[in-house]
Structures are given as C-alpha cells and as structure tokens.
C-alpha cells in the first residue's frame, strides 16, 4: 500500500501548508476565533458541511448501514436537519450579538455565573468532540495501513492539533473547504459507485440484502427519535457550529449556504449508509463492525484510489476533528480563562497557546476511548441535557431567573451521567430523563427565586 500512504502523506503535508497560509491571515483575535467574520457562500457551506460531517457521520453512518440497512442515513440526518433549522431561524440574531461563544448569550440574559457554570458543560462538549474525530482517524490509519492505534492517533491528530494551532478558523475555513471537495469526489462519487459496481448494481444490492435493510425505519422509531433529540438540538446549541455561524459576513449567507449544507449533510447519511450496505453484502462476516468503513475501503479500491478515498475520510474527520479543538479551546479562553486573569481577555497568543494544549489533551483522551459512536453519544447527551433548556428558557421565557439555569444545568448534566453510567452510552433513557430533570428543576427553581425584574430593582 506503498502508493496509498504516499497519497495520505501529501493530503496531510497539505493540510499543513494551508494552515501556515491560515495563520498569516489570522492577524487579530477576531481572525483566528472566526475569521473575521467575513466568510462568502462557499467558504461558508463548505466549512459549515464540513464540520458537521466527521468521524462518527463517516465511519458511524458506514457501520449504522451496515448493521440497520438505509435507516442507518437519520443519523445524518439529525444533523442536516439541525443545520437547516439553526441557519434559517437562529442565525440572523446570533450574528447581530456579535458574540464569539454560546455561553456569552447565558451572560446576556442572566448573569456572569450562568455563563461559567455553562461553559464547563459546553467544554465537555467539545472535548468530546474532539475525541470522537480523532478516534475515527486512528481507527482508519489503523487498520488500513497496519499502524498500532497509538501511533495512528498521535499522527493523524497530530496534524490536526497543528493547523488549528497555528491559524485557528482561517485555517480551519482553507482546509475545510478542500475537505469538503474531497470526501465529495472520495465518498459519493468513487466509493459509493465502486461497491454497488462490486456487489453487480443496485439489482444485486436489493437481492442480497433482505427486504427491511431498505426501510428508512428499520433501525426503530425510539432511535429514530432519539437521534433528533440529542443531534438535532444539539446542532442548535453546540459551540462548534455556532462559531461557524459567527464567520458569515451577512444573514443571506448564513441562511442560503447554511441551508444548503444542511441538505448536503442528509445526501452524505444516505451515500454512506449505502456504502454499509454494500460493505455488509461484500463482507458478510466482519469481527468488529466499527471498522466496516476501512474494511471496505481496504477490500473494494485499487491502489492509489484506496489512498484518495482514505484521503476523503480522514477529511471529513479531520474538519470536525479541528472544530471541536477550536470550540473547546475558545471557551476556555473567552469564558473561562478571563475569569482568573481578574476579566483581562484573552490575545492572540494566548488563543495559540490554549489551543494547542487543548489538542494535546484531546490526543490523550482518544487514546483511552474505543468507539465512535458512544464518544458522539457522551458529547452531545451532556451538552442537550445540561444546556438546551436553560438555553432555551434564556431566549423565549421571560421568567427565567440565573438560579433557575443554573440548577437546570447542574441536575441534567448530572442526570445524563447517572443515566449513561446505569443504562451504557447507547441508551435512550439519559437524553429522556436529563431533559425532564433539567426542565423541572428550572421551572420551579425559577418560579420559586427572585424575578429578573425584582432582581434589577433591588440592584438599583
């Protein structure tokens, strides 16, 4: 696979050089956290896809096929759907705020406490994610090219940690684009045609397979529905996507490109549960189905085009890869760091610095996690269950009190882990019974405490 490596090793030396061209545009503080603000359509659909689409939508959605048939595409399309309805409904006021994280809005509208309380929460997030994208890689570089998975992640994150260093979200913003293009031609327009050509056509597809791997419902209502809860909401409030947002120059970008990736994102979940589909019929008898994606890379391409598609996947994984260290590192420097400097805020190396210590703790934790799917479960279950209420609450309810989000925070963050810890990573009950407990403790602890308006009386 001499030819294959040398392809991964030149889109790797690529996505370096474009992050030294990232970092000689990040100028200010405002460049290397979202670019200016100044993204056009393109840019900005291509790194709004891209971001979405990482490890756990590639190698997860290809396993998701494989194992439930066509249903395993709802996935993604939680997270199209997410897009679409963040860009059409949330973008316009969030770009007015001119804000650069999520939590920023709780200290808008409640107070400063709020938003620390909410930023450990929304830096577990982001960790996680993170994790997950560089978990994939390894997972990928490993099997494909017989590498120990130590060796891989280290590698394949290492890149990554580097170019979100040195040039934050300009050089997230080049090399996603780039990434976008070449899942695009790697996924949907070779692999996909490459494995129903393997298997003898769409005909052959359907022969082989039994009739229920070509419901959409197949994988079941509950998980149907319990991907919309934890992937759907989690799109509307997760610090990775909304500091994408905060890159559009206008509302007309973030709402006609953002939609368009959205809808790009549910075209991706069916190509690549397709490709677990053919992979279950070329494959039939896999050990671990995790790595159904490499497998069938590894089985079905030809050399040099293997080392293109590899090239493809690693993009997608990498992109979300890099925002999750972006977002997390961010928080940190704008929400939390700020508060034990006494409220001085963060420069331009300072942001460099943090970020590349967060990568480094991102490579430790994915040396110790082993699924794709559970690190995409934990990240987004903690941060639906602990923040979209009091988020929520935040914008449409004008009762709301600091004490009430941050008991909301506090009970669902913790009912999650409870729950996950009980029930295992894939269960439903931590989404289900974190939002209960979240919506009921803010509720009555906001009923129970001091209005906002009572609150700003007795100030004056």
């Known amino acids: 696979m001499a030819l294959d490596l040398f392809v991964v090793l030149i889109y790797a030396a ?26 056009g359509p393109s840019l900005y659909m291509g790194t709004m896809a891209a971001t979405v689409l990482g490890g756990a939508s590639t190698v997860g959605t290809v396993r998701l096929g494989y194992v439930h048939g066509i249903s395993g595409f709802w996935l993604c399309a939680a997270l199209g759907a997410g897009i679409i309805a963040l860009n059409l409904f949330l973008a316009k006021p969030l770009l007015k705020l001119k804000i650069f994280t999520v939590t920023q809005v709780l200290e808008k509208r409640y ?3 709020a938003r620390q309380a909410s930023a450990v929460i929304m830096l577990a997030y982001a960790l996680m994610i993170g994790v997950t994208s560089i978990l994939a890689i390894g997972t990928v570089l490993q099997v494909l090219f017989g590498l120990p998975f130590w060796i891989s992640v280290l590698l394949g994150g290492g890149v990554v940690v580097v170019y979100s260093t040195i040039g934050g979200m300009w050089s997230l913003t080049l090399t996603d684009i780039v990434q976008f293009v070449i899942k695009t031609v790697g996924l949907m327009f070779i692999l996909l045609p490459i494995c129903l050509y393997r298997v003898g056509g769409w005909d052959q597809l359907v022969a082989k397979l039994p009739a229920s791997s070509f419901s959409f419902t197949e994988i079941g209502w509950d998980t149907i529905i319990t991907y919309f809860m934890i992937y759907f909401f989690g799109i509307l409030i997760g610090q990775d996507i909304w500091q994408r947002v905060f890159t559009a120059r206008d509302e007309k970008v973030a709402k006609y490109a953002g939609t368009f990736a959205g809808f790009y994102c549910i075209l991706y979940g069916l190509a690549c549960a397709l490709i677990g589909m053919a992979a279950h ?22 050399d040099g085009i293997r080392g293109l598609v590899i090239a493809a996947a690693l993009a997608a994984m990498m992109s979300t890869a890099s925002a999750g260290l972006l977002a997390a ?46 690190a995409l479960t934990l990240a987004y279950n903690l941060l639906v269950g602990g923040m979209l209420i009091p ?66 009386a007795r100030a004056i």
């Open 14 to 39: 690529g996505m370096l050089v474009l992050g030294y061209y990232g970092m000689r545009r990040a100028k200010t503080h405002e460049d290397y956290l979202v670019a200016g603000r100044n993204l």
């Open 281 to 302: 019929v070329l494959l039939p008898d896999l050990d671990n189905v995790n790595n159904a994606f490499a497998a069938i890379v590894k089985a079905s391409l030809p």
């Open 329 to 374: 590192s961010t928080v940190l420097t704008e929400d939390l760091l700020p508060r034990l400097r006494g409220g001085k805020q963060s420069s331009l190396n300072i942001n460099r610095l943090f970020t590349m210590l967060t990568g480094i703790a991102v490579l430790g934790i994915a040396l110790v996690v082993n699924d794709v799917i559970s």
């Open 111 to 113: 107070n400063p406490m």
């Open 391 to 456: 988020l929520m609450g935040a914008i449409f309810w004008k009762r709301a009190t600091t004490s009430g989000a941050i008991a909301s925070m506090t009970s669902g963050f913790v009912t999650a882990l409870v729950f996950m810890f009980k029930d295992g990573l894939d269960a439903n009950t931590p989404i289900y019974y974190s939002l209960a407990v979240a919506l009921v403790s803010f509720v009555v602890v906001s009923l129970l405490s001091r209005s906002p308006q009572a609150e700003t």
